[in-house]
């Protein structure tokens, strides 16, 4: 079975596709994990003993020529070996599902929307734009048997703009086998304190883990923080996290005077290890698939303040304490200033979180239900 994303460093879509090839590898199946530019996936492949097979001209790209290039790149290599089924993980790589069709008729292929990527309406697409990509779309998608949403708003959209004329809903694919191992909120703090260089034992800590683009909205906060109130609280955010944004968003910060109440340390290794050292988590992004980083505060029993985006929205039960509407400046400020004067509020949301993360472990009915599910691919 061949597992294949465009990109192939560290991202939620990447982690999703290690667990799905993970479990089928347990299952006594072959796992073959491929993608483009990116170290992430391919070190950890060579760690778990898995295949990785690189692609040169895969890329997250408009450029026909390039997207053309891969398709052929991936011919040859669907001439050489024969998959049984392929799952994809992103756009651009399902070129590849229309070589495996053309040379491989009798391959299964499967592709699962962890989003809507480039046609979520927040993403901010010319019209004309969309519609050609839209139609791109479509089209590529002819080439996949089985379409898998991790949510209901996706899917229904999917189907209102005839992206697909079917679907499944289906968490599947971002079920863990172990729950996650966090530090404990002293050595979390310890470490938080040493990369600022400074004192934090006793503030509320607001904390955030992502890419700084657009996509995460993280200037969202500058229009938004009630510098007032968080100084009155002592309490201060911290974004982990590197990307394109980060000079602009630490610039706006020095020029607002409020670098005191929000830093931008930069990106650290494994930081959802250091979940507990938060108060409460932060996550206004304009539109996302089902965020790994959720996840992981839901098993971190941690209270969380995002976006009312619909993976935000089902992940998180439609907690209405927990969720904003997107790109609403009051109802941030109303929603995290309860958050942030109410620490048993705080404490109870945690502790709701971490009953709702259950659902993401893999139990006795979800393995036998993989293993049935492997046993009818051709």
């Given at each position: 079975?061949?597992?294949?994303?465009?990109?192939?460093?560290?991202?939620?879509?990447?982690?999703?596709?290690?667990?799905?090839?993970?479990?089928?590898?347990?299952?006594?199946?072959?796992?073959?994990?491929?993608?483009?530019?990116?170290?992430?996936?391919?070190?950890?492949?060579?760690?778990?003993?898995?295949?990785f097979?690189?692609?040169?001209?895969?890329?997250?790209?408009?450029?026909?020529?390039?997207?053309?290039?891969f398709?052929?790149?991936?011919?040859?290599l669907?001439?050489?070996?024969?998959?049984?089924?392929?799952?994809?993980?992103?756009?651009?790589?399902?070129?590849?599902?229309?070589?495996a069709?053309?040379?491989?008729?009798?391959?299964?292929?499967?592709?699962?929307?962890g989003g809507?990527?480039?046609?979520?309406?927040?993403?901010?697409?010319?019209?004309?734009?969309?519609?050609?990509?839209?139609?791109?779309?479509?089209?590529?998608?002819?080439?996949?048997?089985?379409?898998?949403?991790?949510?209901?708003?996706?899917?229904?959209?999917?189907?209102?703009?005839?992206?697909?004329?079917?679907?499944?809903i289906?968490?599947?694919?971002?079920?863990?086998?172990?729950?996650?191992?966090?530090?404990?909120?002293?050595?979390?703090?310890?470490?938080?304190a040493?990369?600022?260089?400074?004192?934090?034992?006793?503030?509320?800590?607001?904390?955030?883990i992502?890419?700084?683009?657009?996509?995460?909205?993280y200037?969202?906060?500058?229009?938004?923080?009630?510098?007032?109130?968080?100084?009155?609280?002592?309490?201060?955010?911290?974004?982990?996290?590197?990307?394109?944004?980060?000079?602009?968003?630490?610039?706006?910060s020095?020029?607002?005077?409020i670098?005191?109440?929000?830093?931008?340390p930069?990106?650290?290794?494994?930081?959802?290890?250091?979940?507990?050292?938060?108060?409460?988590?932060?996550?206004?992004?304009?539109?996302?698939?089902?965020?790994?980083?959720?996840?992981?505060?839901?098993?971190?029993?941690?209270p969380?303040?995002?976006?009312?985006?619909?993976?935000?929205?089902?992940?998180?039960n439609?907690?209405?304490?927990q969720?904003?509407?997107?790109?609403?400046?009051?109802?941030?400020?109303?929603?995290?200033?309860?958050?942030?004067?109410?620490?048993?509020?705080?404490?109870?949301?945690?502790?709701?979180?971490h009953?709702?993360?259950?659902?993401?472990?893999?139990?006795?009915?979800?393995?036998?239900?993989?293993?049935e599910?492997?046993?009818?691919?051709?």
């Amino acid at each position: 079975m061949l597992f294949i994303v465009t990109l192939g460093g560290l991202g939620g879509a990447q982690k999703n596709l290690l667990r799905s090839a993970m479990q089928y590898k347990h299952l006594g199946y072959e796992a073959i994990i491929s993608a483009g530019e990116g170290g992430y996936l391919q070190e950890q492949a060579e760690a778990l003993d898995i295949r990785f097979i690189k692609f040169r001209f895969l890329k997250r790209s408009k450029n026909p020529l390039m997207n053309f290039l891969f398709f052929l790149e991936a011919s040859l290599l669907m001439k050489r070996e024969a998959f049984d089924a392929i799952h994809f993980y992103s756009p651009n790589a399902l070129f590849a599902g229309i070589a495996a069709k053309l040379i491989r008729k009798r391959c299964y292929t499967r592709f699962i929307f962890g989003g809507l990527s480039i046609l979520d309406p927040m993403y901010g697409l010319h019209p004309m734009t969309r519609r050609i990509i839209l139609l791109l779309y479509r089209a590529l998608l002819t080439c996949i048997d089985e379409y898998i949403f991790e949510n209901h708003s996706n899917k229904k959209f999917a189907l209102d703009e005839k992206i697909v004329s079917h679907g499944t809903i289906s968490i599947d694919h971002l079920l863990i086998k172990e729950k996650p191992k966090f530090l404990s909120n002293k050595i979390a703090r310890s470490y938080f304190a040493d990369l600022l260089g400074e004192t934090i034992s006793n503030k509320l800590i607001i904390g955030s883990i992502g890419r700084l683009s657009r996509q995460k909205n993280y200037a969202f906060l500058h229009r938004s923080i009630d510098a007032s109130l968080m100084r009155e609280k002592n309490a201060m955010i911290i974004i982990f996290g590197d990307g394109p944004e980060r000079k602009k968003l630490i610039k706006e910060s020095i020029a607002m005077g409020i670098t005191d109440i929000l830093r931008f340390p930069g990106a650290v290794n494994e930081a959802s290890q250091y979940l507990r050292g938060f108060d409460l988590f932060l996550l206004p992004s304009l539109y996302e698939g089902t965020a790994n980083v959720v996840i992981e505060c839901l098993f971190a029993g941690m209270p969380i303040l995002a976006s009312d985006i619909p993976s935000n929205t089902e992940t998180l039960n439609f907690s209405r304490e927990q969720l904003f509407s997107l790109d609403d400046r009051n109802d941030f400020r109303c929603k995290i200033k309860n958050l942030i004067t109410d620490p048993a509020l705080r404490d109870r949301i945690g502790a709701q979180n971490h009953k709702l993360s259950l659902r993401y472990l893999v139990s006795k009915e979800n393995h036998q239900k993989e293993k049935e599910l492997c046993s009818e691919s051709p």
